[in-house]
């Protein structure tokens, strides 16, 4: 047991650290940046938990995007009225957090139960068909708000740090607080006992069921866990954008969340706040890049451009690293990048993908 | 909720201090951190700087990529006269794709990066109404958003933000009323998008029918591209005057479903969805003008074949626009380039982002639109009527009926367009 | 009742466009193990083509075929060129992979064709047919169901009537002991992927003169609901695919006239979820998985 707490004990030192690193980097960006940095940080949420689940657990999500858009609706129908009420900032936000936690969770939790029964593609196609309703789910529940959503009240900068910075840095302190709250607890888990497990089930169910782990217990865990850290995120972002509604939740998004991951390397943390970092930072560097061509070609390019880069380093990680971005640079990094991307100890699992074997897989996987 | 945002001034002041602290305490140059709101940023003596947010790409690109590029030849134009007080307009797009999460991403782009003056012609309700927080807390003028809710005109809590279009009550009670005069007793039915667009417009028409008044009212979604049912339900319900709350794509499909079954009852359509050249293009030259002989639409700008606004925008389009095809959202990307000039002519010879919202409130501008404009200080609507078109022989043209609304009453109006002077370039 | 049977004969048409739709990704699930998320975008760019055909010549049946023989082709370059090098004893890769030939495939068109509808006429007058006077389907529908119908009916011939429908099921099924038993099993996939394409790009151009035109996007509700209809059906049954498919159709015609469109997505959601937590391999699994 001391193995584990010492463990955890230098997980949760390196969380704080890199935590303060963040928040001290705030100061020398200027608003819109922070805002960037806040929409970076609430992806990294969603990113972290959707790597470790299809990662570690081999359990593709198309819907995380919904997930995250749980949080963003439990924050605003907790927070919303809350101040209304009129209570202070810091306690409708933690009532907030608790609201996106629980509709999350419980959203995260009924998906898992269905992925614990349904393999790959099947659970594939759940998700998916999930994250195309939700339009329809936002029109047709009552107090949803509909197209537009719901408003979620403005959290300004607090009295003592009002001198020091404006909104958009505050925000990003929040984002990168609740990133740090929600994705710790990720790190300690895959790294324990709980990573294991998962790691076992995704290699052999049989297996795993012989040494007594209960797959389907494990699955729904990692759905919820996973689940929970991307309504953080989402929470996060309806603070940022004081608004939350279906519109930015849509598959686009979904795939974009796995576009990360991938890209950054499945199962690993560091490569899921990359990979945040990049769907948020490319498409508006690549407009900004577009922006000096003729307007014909810039309209054709704009939207388009990113999404076509997207798509070539999906396929481009998949076949050539299937490691992603973390292992891709293997040979390169030296101990900065194994900080960054927390490989497990040698004799883990690798967490990218399984190894190859020749195609087509001969048994038929409903029957696994 | 309103009670928590802070005001303009005191988050100028909050900038201010923080640009001193973070560039003392941390030691780094104030230019990484905010820099202090100058008097009104986007304005200096040669250019005046406006930013927008448009669909450029994804699905609703089809239908309104085309409005920001006209309002962009407008501004052209008149920047090659002269601009206003001598200033060039320079005109900022960005696209969002219809996506709100974009939207809020490009507005503080072009309100921190770009340091715009104004945002102008924000393209789409639920896109927009994701920044409208934002741009009232910034005290950024939000002017002449491209959409017919209702959200806009919200002067008390939204004390910068004005609507462009003519209000879908507005719409729907005034196409509701011609559907009564023309033909007392008809069945009217309406067929509406699922979402503010279509339920605004209905309470239109039921202002102006009652709410028994409506035999049926249909919904489409617009991620399902199949109107059957809805027009078969219609048709059962012996519908002889559809109204259609309908972008112009769900407009295409509504007639030509009905001209599948062999239904032929007559068409009134909202001015979002009732464009006869964007019609065509989606029907077909063919079946598009014999479909759409006699279709009865709403609008409010110079969209009058022939006319001296018509015939100017053309010109400017042929010119500044690579002579783009030239239609409804043509005609309606330059009267918002028309208004903002206008706007700022107003502004005073050194306008600020408070003069500049004064101007729009002060009731004085005219625009270029068949009715005179309704801003005041109590009211953030452009216009509170529209006017019919109808199309005869393929030209679609206004059949002089008008109609306003003023609380809950429809009545008929005349029209009063505004005469085009100065060549289209606004004057103090 | 003139309204039931208006609103079960639409759903039928355009039903069975989503079962034939959905029968392409059976195929491919069953020769490759795949599940082809780029089957749309795939489809949607042989469309451009048949269309650039159609606006050349005129001739709606040259379209057609230039739909089919581009659709192939863009099978074979798809698994020859992409499928062939991605690794992995699970379906993810290979998914994860589609996921990205559809960024890529959709932005290319939008780079290309910007993002208007064209409109496409239908080739049949748009009349519709009347059945004891109640107006049923137009001979467009007709002429849909009529195709879809001879595709299914070849297909079942090929797979089951053929030695290379034979060898195709076999190297599906057991691709060692075919390959053992002389079938070029890589060829075999191969094929898989053509007759794939090919049927879902003949999808797509029954589907768009039903629509507002074709757009890059065209094919996106198409195979969303085509993937809930394989899915639903079970991914390797073909039977399952052509029920679904129907099924599906009906059912979002059924909720949109009678409740609203708003609702349909929903239905779908509801349908799906019900049937995959009573049998989680889809409707015809279980069978499925021991005979074929």
Request: proline residues 5%; hydrophobic residues 50%.
């Amino acid at each position: 047991m001391t193995g584990i707490d010492t463990r955890t004990r230098s997980i949760v030192l390196r969380a704080a650290g890199l935590t303060a690193l963040a928040l001290a980097a705030t100061f020398a960006l200027d608003p819109f940046r922070n805002y960037q940095l806040a929409v970076i940080a609430a992806t990294f949420c969603a990113t972290a938990g959707l790597t470790l689940l299809v990662g570690l657990t081999g359990q593709l999500s198309l819907g995380h995007a919904v997930l995250m858009a749980a949080g963003g609706y439990g924050y605003a129908l907790v927070a919303g009225p809350a101040a209304e009420a009129g209570l202070p900032g810091a306690a409708r936000f933690a009532l907030g957090l608790l609201g996106a936690v629980v509709i999350s969770g419980a959203v995260g939790g009924l998906l898992g139960l269905a992925g614990a029964r349904l393999r790959g593609p099947y659970l594939a196609g759940l998700t998916l068909a999930l994250v195309i309703a939700l339009p329809a789910l936002a029109t047709q529940v009552p107090g949803l708000g509909k197209d537009q959503g719901l408003g979620v009240p403005f959290e300004g900068v607090p009295g003592l740090l009002a001198g020091v910075m404006v909104v958009e840095q505050w925000h990003a302190w929040i984002a990168i607080v609740v990133a740090a709250v929600a994705v710790t607890p990720l790190v300690v888990l895959r790294s324990g006992r709980a990573g294991l497990r998962m790691r076992a089930v995704h290699g052999d169910e049989v297996a795993a069921r012989l040494a007594g782990v209960s797959p389907a217990r494990v699955k729904v865990g990692a759905f919820v866990v996973s689940s929970v850290a991307a309504g953080l995120g989402g929470a996060v972002l309806a603070v940022v954008t004081q608004n939350v509604g279906p519109g930015r939740y849509s598959l686009a998004f979904s795939l974009l969340l796995l576009v990360a991951v991938v890209v950054g390397g499945l199962g690993s943390v560091g490569g899921a706040a990359v990979g945040a970092a990049l769907v948020v930072l490319l498409p508006w560097f690549v407009d900004t890049l577009a922006s000096g061509l003729p307007a014909d070609l810039e309209q054709r390019l704009s939207g388009n451009l990113a999404v076509a880069v997207f798509g070539a380093l999906l396929i481009a990680v998949t076949v050539a690293w299937p490691g992603g971005l973390a292992t891709a640079t293997a040979g390169l990094r030296g101990r900065a990048g194994r900080r960054l991307s927390r490989t497990p100890p040698a004799g883990g699992v690798p967490s990218g993908l399984p190894p190859s074997e020749p195609r087509p897989d001969p048994r038929p996987i409903t029957e696994r | 909720m309103r009670n928590h945002t802070p005001t303009p001034a005191a988050r100028s002041r909050a900038t201010r201090a923080s640009a001193a602290a973070c560039a003392v305490g941390v030691g780094l140059t104030a230019a990484a951190c905010s820099s202090p709101a100058a008097a009104s940023p986007g304005i200096d003596d040669e250019t005046v700087k406006v930013g927008s947010h448009q669909p450029l790409t994804g699905p609703a690109a089809a239908g309104f990529s085309s409005i920001s590029a006209a309002t962009s030849a407008y501004f052209e134009y008149v920047n090659a006269n002269g601009g206003i007080h001598g200033r060039t307009i320079e005109y900022v797009v960005k696209d969002d794709g219809y996506n709100p999460a974009n939207t809020q991403t490009v507005v503080r782009e072009l309100v921190q990066e770009d340091e715009v003056f104004a945002i102008l012609g924000g393209l789409g309700t639920p896109t927009h109404s994701s920044v409208l927080d934002y741009l009232d807390q910034n005290g950024v003028p939000d002017l002449f958003v491209a959409s017919g809710s209702t959200t806009w005109n919200q002067p008390e809590e939204y004390p910068s933000t004005f609507g462009f279009n003519a209000d879908y009550v507005v719409e729907g009670a005034a196409l509701a009323q011609y559907a009564a005069d023309e033909n007392p007793g008809a069945v009217v039915c309406v067929l509406g998008q699922d979402d503010d667009f279509g339920e605004t417009f209905l309470e239109g028409v039921e202002l102006a029918l009652g709410a028994e008044g409506v035999a049926t009212y249909q919904t489409y979604s617009t991620s399902n591209e199949d109107v059957t049912a809805q027009i078969g339900a219609m048709k059962e319900a012996g519908c002889e005057i559809n109204l259609l709350a309908t972008i112009n794509g769900f407009t295409a499909m509504a007639l030509g479903t009905a001209a599948q079954m062999g239904w032929f009852p007559q068409w009134y359509s909202s001015s979002s969805g009732g464009d006869y050249p964007t019609l065509v293009g989606f029907l077909g030259e063919d079946v598009g003008s014999q479909l759409l002989e006699g279709f009865v639409s709403a609008n409010y700008l110079p969209n009058s074949p022939g006319g001296d606004w018509y015939e100017l925008f053309q010109q400017i389009n042929d010119e500044y626009n690579d002579g783009a095809p030239f239609d409804g959202n043509t005609v309606y990307g330059m009267s918002v380039g028309y208004l903002f000039a206008e706007a700022l002519a107003q502004a005073g010879e050194d306008p600020t982002r408070e003069s500049l919202v004064e101007a729009v409130e002060s009731g004085e501008l005219v625009g270029n639109g068949i009715l005179p404009l309704t801003f005041g200080a109590d009211d953030h609507a452009a216009y509170d009527g529209v006017g019919i078109a109808v199309v005869t022989k393929g030209v679609q043209d206004f059949v002089g009926a008008t109609y306003r609304v003023d609380g809950e009453t429809v009545s008929a109006a005349d029209a009063e367009p505004v005469p085009l002077e100065n060549d289209g370039i606004p004057t103090p | 009742m003139d309204r039931l049977v208006l609103l079960v004969s639409t759903g039928v048409a355009r039903g069975l466009v989503i079962a034939l739709f959905a029968l392409s990704l059976v195929i491919i699930w069953r020769a490759a193990r795949i599940v082809n998320f780029a089957q749309a975008a795939m489809a949607v760019m042989a469309v451009y083509v048949a269309f650039a055909i159609e606006a050349a010549t005129g001739s709606y049946l040259l379209a057609l075929l230039a739909a089919l023989v581009t659709g192939a082709l863009l099978g074979v370059a798809v698994e020859r060129g992409l499928m062939r090098h991605v690794a992995g004893r699970t379906p993810m890769p290979g998914m994860i992979v589609a996921i990205g030939l559809v960024m890529v495939l959709q932005s290319l068109l939008g780079i290309l064709f910007g993002a208007k509808h064209r409109p496409m006429t239908p080739v049949l007058s748009e009349s519709p047919l009347y059945v004891g006077g109640v107006p049923v389907l137009s001979r467009y529908d007709l002429f849909v169901l009529v195709v879809a119908l001879v595709v299914v009916v070849g297909l079942g011939l090929l797979f089951n009537r053929s030695t290379l429908g034979l060898q195709l099921r076999a190297s599906a099924v057991a691709p060692e002991v075919s390959r053992l038993l002389g079938v070029r099993v890589p060829r075999m996939v191969t094929i898989g992927w053509m007759l794939s394409s090919a049927v879902a790009a003949l999808a797509v151009l029954l589907l768009v003169p039903t629509e507002l035109g074709l757009n890059a996007h065209s094919g996106d509700v198409l195979f969303v609901h085509a993937f809930t209809v394989a899915v639903l059906g079970g991914l390797d049954s073909p039977a399952g695919a052509l029920l679904g498919g129907v099924v599906v159709g009906v059912l979002v015609s059924l909720v949109t006239g009678y409740a609203s469109a708003g609702l349909a997505p929903l239905a779908v959601l509801a349908l799906l979820t019900t049937v995959l937590l009573v049998r989680p391999g889809g409707i015809f699994a279980a069978k499925e998985a021991r005979t074929a």
